[in-house]
Structure formats: structure tokens, C-alpha cells
């Protein structure tokens, strides 16, 4: 993997991971900031917390694109109060 590939993961998890941070605060989705504080009250750390809920906001975008379709608001916040249980396609990257 290149530089330019490392800081391109890099740049992409940041604003992921922004993206979740602002969901927590805006309490929209809902399932956003209770996925969080369930995480904290069960032991995950801040980072892993938000880490996963990244992997979740990727998967979705990555299958709206693929799937030329909407965001799924519904299929988004089920896979966000799953959590720490990835989607499938998340747990083999």
C-alpha cells in the first residue's frame, strides 16, 4: 500500500468517524447515540465505539453505491443497535 493509499484510509476513516460523532450529538439517527452509550456501558472504549459505528456508516454507503439505492435510515439503525455484532460483510474485512 502506497502513501498516498495510507493517508486516503486515513482521510476516509476521519470523516467517518466525524460523520458518527456528529450523529451522537444531533441524536439523529436516535440509534446513534444509544448504540454509543450502550458500547460505554458495557466496556468499549470511546475510539473502538466509534471505529465500529464507522465500519457500519461504510458498509451502507457502500452498498448504496453499489446498489445505485437510497440510504436505508431503517437497515442503518438496525445494524447500529446490533453492534458489537458486525454485519457480515464488515467482519471479513
Do not use: H, W
Not at 441524536?27 to 465505539?49: F, H, Q, S
Amino acid at each position: 500500500m502506497s502513501d498516498s493509499d495510507d493517508n486516503e484510509e486515513a482521510f476516509t476513516e476521519a470523516t467517518l468517524i466525524g460523520a458518527i460523532e456528529n450523529q451522537i450529538e444531533a441524536d439523529d439517527p436516535p440509534a446513534a447515540r444509544a448504540t454509543c452509550n450502550k458500547l460505554t456501558l458495557v466496556g468499549y472504549p470511546r475510539e473502538e465505539i466509534l471505529q465500529m459505528m464507522a465500519l457500519v456508516l461504510a458498509r451502507e454507503i457502500g452498498a448504496m453505491l453499489a446498489e445505485d439505492r437510497p440510504f436505508d435510515r431503517d437497515g442503518y439503525e438496525l445494524a447500529l443497535r446490533r453492534l458489537p455484532e458486525l454485519p457480515p460483510e464488515c467482519a471479513e474485512d
